[in-house]
């Protein structure tokens, strides 16, 4: 069979795999087994494509594409837009986009701007702020702002900023605040993310008893989990397998 004619086969059992698994209608196993490379481009433009542009992994492709294509494009775009009108909601898009670009500095310098004055209680610029401290390897004056968050505005002290505060002060050297906010991230986001992070830290600051029924739980929900989010937490459950075999060596 030439390769042309294997090809049209194995990309129509590819598209009759995606309707089956989304449900559609048997009339699209009909046309594309009859007709593979007819039926292959209709339903790619009449009902993958469709579906793609609205998953998650579609639009992270574009957003791909779109960054590989204009790479400074939205930089460019968010500091256009702060310069034509040097609005505090203008400043934050400029910040983020900074960050997104590795210009950390910058970034921390227009969020803390727009983290002061009558905005200086805010807290989506204030969990901007201690993200690009973070990521500028400002640890404990990211605990610090996260904590006057915090006290602020006790609601917010959940999600991915309750992780953020117990990994900052992780890094920055204050195991008390680190093991308290840790606990607090566990009860409040008790994700693959939040139960690795705590065991590796635990596992280094030599708690190996308490490091490794956290740590096994990642695995355990790796094996029993879905292929989505095994391929969402591969980095975690990783290093939740490498730190679990130093443990072991160490006895």
């Known amino acids: 069979m030439p390769l042309l004619g294997i090809l049209d086969i194995v990309v129509a059992v590819f598209f009759a795999v995606h309707a089956l698994r989304t449900g559609r209608s048997m009339f699209?196993?009909?046309?594309?087994?009859m007709?593979?490379?007819?039926?292959?481009?209709?339903?790619?433009f009449a009902e993958f494509l469709p579906d793609l542009r609205h998953s998650n992994t579609g639009r992270k492709s574009a957003r791909a594409v779109k960054a590989l294509v204009d790479p400074n494009?939205?930089?460019r775009e968010a500091q256009f837009a702060f310069e034509r009108t040097p609005t505090v909601d203008n400043r934050a898009r400029l910040a983020e986009a900074l960050l997104a670009r590795g210009d950390v500095e910058a970034a921390i310098e227009?969020?803390?701007?727009?983290?002061?004055g009558p905005y200086a209680k805010d807290a989506k610029f204030r969990r901007g702020l201690a993200r690009a401290q973070?990521?500028?390897?400002?640890?404990?004056?990211?605990?610090?702002?996260?904590?006057a968050l915090f006290d602020d505005s006790p609601e917010e002290a959940n999600?991915?900023?309750?992780?953020?505060?117990?990994?900052?002060?992780a890094e920055a050297g204050d195991e008390a605040g680190a093991l308290a906010a840790f606990e607090r991230a566990l009860q409040t986001f008790n994700t693959t993310e939040t139960r690795c992070a705590y065991g590796l830290y635990l596992a280094r600051v030599g708690r190996d008893a308490q490091a490794r029924p956290l740590l096994e739980s990642v695995?355990?929900?790796?094996?029993?989990?879905?292929?989505?989010?095994?391929?969402?937490?591969?980095?975690?459950?990783?290093?939740?397998?490498?730190?679990l075999k130093t443990l072991e060596a160490r006895g």
């Open 159 to 169: 999600g991915e900023a309750a992780l953020w505060l117990a990994q900052a002060c």
């Open 219 to 243: 695995l355990h929900d790796a094996r029993t989990g879905t292929d989505y989010s095994r391929s969402q937490n591969r980095d975690a459950i990783e290093q939740a397998r490498a730190a």
């Open 28 to 33: 699209w196993l009909l046309v594309l087994l």
């Open 134 to 147: 973070i990521a500028g390897g400002r640890h404990a004056e990211a605990a610090r702002t996260l904590q």
């Open 35 to 44: 007709f593979p490379f007819l039926g292959s481009l209709i339903y790619f």
């Open 73 to 75: 494009r939205a930089l």
């Open 110 to 116: 227009h969020y803390a701007a727009c983290a002061s």
